[in-house]
DNA sequence: ACAGTCACG
DNA sequence: ACGTACGTGACTGTC
């Protein structure tokens, strides 16, 4: 006996896509219907194995039924365009599985269905099941056909056949159009019955069989009842008749067309990679097939763990050696524990042992001097973890030509995972496990057994060897060749080096503070209890919420999802209501100045050395910034003086040396007086002006004596609002004003700056078209929500389209002045040393005798590390801690 | 693991 | 009308 399965295609996609959250892949494309509907047809085919298969979609506009009655369908909203978007791939998925498609102008998919299956009811011999969201369809059960109605989600649906239709509402399949007829479906704007619901319409169908029975004893029915029905009778039969399926569509579709006999995973693999359906690459198995390429399957690598006997044979074919990967546990790789090294070769890979490094033996020292050896070109899985985990060893890698984690962080900065194994997937490489499977995770950690552990490596390093051509093609097609070796690979040593230096701590002076926090602490809490009138935990946002907001009856201003919001914004406005607030909001500054930069920072000085060593990530901000772990140093106090004071306790490793910071002063306006060309914002810089004041006058009219600080204060917000791309809300908040007044200002802001306008206009234009915006050296973000009909996702994208490409720009701009300024270092053979970056700012230790020398070189590097068309300006100061320098 | 809060540019 | 300024990381409390 065949099975035959017929699809809505226009009713499941829909229901995919508004029952799952929005996806999409790298290039912007809407994949969420897809996705939906690629898991509901992997179920029916696991669990029914049909023999035939069709999926029917509407086509065209304008239907008969719309001949009949103009209204049909009227007021339904429009198609969004991420769904839109979607059909077309729909198409492609369908080919992909092998499945027949089918659609004729002026029918819609249920006539098409409906046809299929009469022509089934006559034939005979066949089971057919129609999956559907639409319970209209309802009506074409049979014997023989049976409809899958989708449920909640997307792969629930309920399955009816006669006997449930009889259950459920005490019809027969055909009485479902003369349910509809009575009472109308709002959806497709049918009207049916006025007053007469689904509960109304059954009893009068249990009791008259149809629409027509209804109507022709209308004179029995009593009241309002009677009233509507003879009012509207001519509706129900209209109505009727458009919720009957047309089943005569003429068909030239042969039977045999339909047959299925499965998919193959070639195709359907591709079609995945290209979605981007990672995990459901990973879940399937797409292996068999003739194709040569291997595909997904786990093929057997040669694979050895190099003994101490081995280390000769591992020493000839280094030569060989095409792929590294330096695998070690632990997120910090300052303190990892090194666990040992996989090399790849097209013969074969070698798991080696970090122990083996460390024998002493003229093979070990021969392996390690390759490591240090310029003269070879490997592909790596992040460069700069890798340099960190073996400098700590003693052991300065070189000869890295290729890093896929990085290059795929250029890809795509906003993939948040970047591991090997996502990777190997969206590349259409042989299955990689994760990490996590291998090795466990938290607590649960612990490496496997040598045989299984060597397998993993080895298949790393043979993913790292495949990966590299097909991302450098990929790097070379988006432009960013020159942005990967000029730039972000140099920086990654410097970054390592920079690390590994580390900078001192003063601990003792840091214990001192946390003292004197402390006992300021104890007493803050006791004025809080005193004025509170109990005691509680203060940390607690929940305890101090019900103390604010139920004890004492503050009024509460803001809420959050889980309670009473007690953050600084809240309690300031508290402020005049109750005395305990003022202790409170001091209370949380000293608090977290002792856990997170006295108790915080101390946890991270290292013993040996009595410095940090902060991990700066190169692959994690979306704009290209750099951020810092283990401690973070970008983010030590500095607006408040009691905070600022922590500064104090970051000195030179050397006794005599000196701190010496360079700031770029007004970067990022810079970079947008030069992106934008806006005149006056360039004549500013040009001119060096106090940019803030300078805006001041502009936007108020006045003359600079005329600026005073708080109209100052507010055009800085405004410049911050621009660099953030504005929003009239964002910046109301920000300087407490009302929506109205901050869209007055932006407006005159933008009268004067009109080029700024003119940009702002373009960038958001030009991200819509491309997809994706750019910074001045081609660094790329993805911003896929761009087109999105729901206003706070499109927001949001637009404003980072304005954003990305200025935080993006000075990004790019520092990060090339610290790989010159490196090699500036070098080429000049100065003993200073280049400690932290902090996103506008560079901190350098430099001896007595190099102050002067340094102070010129970091400004010349600095300002001319990129050729804008305003100037770059550089504050460089010196000091003999962080604090002083300042 | 997540939410709330707050430190920085 | 919609409701957020852009980008991060660390700590505490709570579930």
New binding site residues.
């Given amino acids: 006996m065949s099975k035959l399965i017929l699809i809505d295609g226009n009713s499941l996609a829909n229901r995919a896509f508004y029952a799952l959250p929005p996806l999409s892949n790298s290039s912007g494309l809407h994949t969420n219907a897809v996705y939906g509907f690629t898991t509901m047809l992997l179920k029916l085919l696991e669990e029914q194995q049909p023999t035939h298969f069709l999926v029917a979609f509407d086509a065209g506009k304008v239907t008969f039924r719309h001949k009949d009655y103009a209204e049909y369908k009227g007021g339904r909203a429009k198609t969004p365009p991420e769904l839109s978007e979607q059909f077309p791939l729909l198409r492609d998925l369908i080919r992909a599985f092998g499945m027949a498609q089918f659609e004729l102008e002026g029918y819609e998919a249920d006539d098409i269905i409906g046809t299929l299956t009469r022509i089934a009811d006559e034939k005979g011999d066949i089971e057919v099941i129609v999956v559907t969201g639409d319970k209209d369809m309802l009506q074409l059960v049979s014997d023989r056909v049976k409809i899958a109605l989708t449920r909640k989600g997307i792969t629930e649906v309920e399955l009816y056949d006669k006997a449930l239709i009889e259950e459920k509402y005490g019809l027969k399949p055909h009485q479902i159009i003369d349910l509809k007829g009575l009472m109308g479906d709002a959806s497709d704007n049918i009207p049916g019955i006025p007053g007469v619901g689904e509960k109304t319409a059954l009893k009068l169908l249990h009791e008259y069989e149809s629409v027509e029975g209804v109507l022709e004893n209308a004179a029995q029915l009593k009241g309002k009842m009677k009233e509507k029905v003879e009012q509207h009778a001519d509706e129900a039969r209209m109505s009727k008749e458009l919720a009957t399926i047309y089943r005569e569509v003429p068909l030239t579709t042969q039977w045999e067309e339909l047959a299925y006999s499965g998919y193959e995973g070639q195709a359907l693999a591709g079609m995945f990679r290209k979605l981007e359906f990672k995990s459901l690459l990973e879940k399937m198995d797409f292996s068999g097939g003739d194709s040569a390429e291997a595909g997904r399957e786990q093929a057997s690598i040669e694979a050895a763990v190099v003994g101490e006997d081995d280390m000769a044979e591992l020493v000839g074919i280094l030569p060989q050696v095409t792929a590294l990967h330096v695998e070690a546990a632990g997120d910090n790789p300052h303190n990892a524990e090194m666990i040992g090294l996989a090399l790849y070769t097209e013969a074969k890979c070698y798991y080696v042992p970090f122990e083996r490094l460390q024998e002493g033996t003229a093979e070990a020292e021969a392996v390690k001097a390759w490591l240090q050896s310029s003269d070879k070109a490997l592909a790596v899985y992040d460069q700069h973890r890798a340099e960190i985990l073996l400098a700590w060893r003693g052991i300065h890698l070189r000869g890295t030509e290729f890093d896929v984690h990085l290059a795929a962080y250029l890809l795509d900065?906003?993939e948040s995972a970047l591991t090997l194994n996502g990777l190997t997937v969206k590349y259409g490489l042989p299955a990689l496990k994760a990490d996590e499977d291998v090795f466990g995770?938290?607590a649960k950690f612990q490496i496997p057994a040598l045989d299984v552990l060597c397998d993993y490596l080895c298949r790393k390093a043979a993913a790292i060897h495949q990966l590299t051509e097909p991302m450098k093609r990929d790097l070379e097609e988006s432009g960013m060749h020159q942005l990967f070796y000029g730039l972000e690979q140099p920086l990654a040593s410097v970054l390592a080096a920079m690390e590994e230096k580390g900078i001192e701590v003063d601990t003792e002076a840091l214990k001192q503070y946390g003292e004197e926090l402390g006992s300021q602490l104890e007493t803050i809490m006791h004025s809080i209890y005193d004025a509170a009138g109990m005691e509680f935990?203060i940390?607690?946002?929940?305890?101090l919420?019900e103390v604010l907001f139920e004890k004492l009856q503050l009024p509460t201003v803001k809420k959050?999802?889980?309670?009473?919001?007690?953050?600084?914004?809240?309690?300031e406005k508290l402020e005049p209501y109750h005395p305990v607030i003022g202790h409170i909001?001091h209370f949380?500054?000293l608090?977290?100045?002792q856990?997170?930069y006295v108790?915080?920072?101390l946890?991270?000085v290292r013993k040996d050395t009595g410095k940090v060593h902060t991990y700066y990530?190169q692959t994690?901000?979306?704009?290209g910034?750099l951020?810092?772990?283990?401690?973070?140093l970008?983010?030590?106090?500095?607006?408040?003086e009691e905070?600022?004071k922590i500064r104090r306790v970051f000195v030179p490793s050397k006794p005599g040396w000196s701190i010496l910071t360079a700031d770029y002063s007004q970067i990022e306006l810079r970079v947008l007086a030069h992106i934008s060309q806006d005149e006056k914002l360039m004549e500013a810089f040009l001119h060096d002006l106090d940019i803030h004041t300078k805006t001041a006058m502009d936007v108020f009219g006045v003359s600079e004596s005329q600026v005073d600080s708080n109209m100052r204060r507010q055009a800085k917000?405004?410049n911050?609002?621009i660099?953030?791309?504005?929003?009239?809300?964002?910046?109301s908040?920000?300087?407490n004003i009302t929506r109205k007044e901050a869209a007055q200002f932006i407006e005159q802001y933008f009268a004067v700056f009109q080029g700024v306008r003119q940009y702002m206009d373009d960038i958001v234009r030009k991200a819509r078209q491309d997809g994706y915006v750019t910074t001045l050296l081609q660094r790329r973000r993805y911003l896929p929500e761009i087109t999105a009909s729901n206003?706070?996702l499109r927001?949001?994208a637009e404003?980072?389209a304005m954003?990305?490409p200025i935080?993006g720009t000075a990004a790019d701009i520092i990060k090339l002045a610290m790989v010159q300024m490196d090699e500036r270092l070098k080429r000049d053979g100065l003993r200073s040393r280049m400690l932290l970056q902090?996103?506008?700012?560079l901190v350098f230790e430099v001896p007595e005798d190099e102050i002067e020398t340094m102070k010129t070189a970091v400004a010349e590097v600095m300002e001319n590390a990129l050729k804008l068309d305003v100037p770059l300006k550089v504050e460089v100061d010196t000091g003999s801690n962080w604090y002083e320098a300042k």
């Fill in positions: 900065p906003t995770k938290g935990n940390n607690s946002p929940k305890q919420g959050t999802k889980t309670g009473y919001s007690t953050d600084a914004e809240v309690l909001l949380r500054t608090s977290k100045l856990s997170t108790e915080g920072l946890k991270e990530r994690i901000a979306a704009t910034r951020s810092s772990q283990y401690p973070n970008q983010n030590i106090p500095i607006r408040l905070g600022r917000a405004v911050f609002g660099v953030y791309g504005i929003s009239d809300y964002g910046l908040q920000n300087l206003f706070n927001s949001f404003r980072t954003n990305t935080q902090v996103h506008d700012e």
